[in-house]
């Protein structure tokens, strides 16, 4: 239990400020966990128990502090963007094959 609490820390979701030339970074990613544990026995007398725990992570920006002034700037999922893409192409050409077919 120890594991997992210290596991979950502020340290997950930001990182040490970098800077460089002034321009002072803090990256921030979105965490997540969760975790289980069971017992069970079999009908010929067979008994087990287990558990487990897990963490994700996914970077979602980062802050940026220049010249006193703090901005947010996001991080862009190319994946999720590629799938949104053909998502929405998917259902544009769904939608066009309907409309070509009722006329």
């Known amino acids: 239990m120890t594991l997992a609490k210290d596991s979950m820390t502020v340290r997950r979701v930001y990182s040490d400020p970098v800077q460089s030339d002034g321009v ?3 990256e921030v990613a979105a965490v997540s966990g969760g975790g289980g544990i069971g017992t069970g026995s079999d009908k010929d007398g067979g008994e087990g ?3 487990g725990f897990g963490l994700g992570a996914k970077p979602v920006g980062v802050y940026v502090i220049e010249n006193g002034r703090l901005t947010w700037r996001p991080a862009v999922d190319v994946n999720r963007l590629a799938m949104l893409v053909g998502i929405v192409a998917v259902t ?3 939608v066009g094959a309907r ?3 009722a006329d």
Do not use: M, P, R
Request: hydrophobic content about 60%; charged content about 0%.
């Open 24 to 26: 002072t970074v803090i």
């Open 49 to 51: 128990s287990g558990g």
């Open 92 to 94: 544009a050409l769904l």
């Open 99 to 101: 409309i070509v077919t």
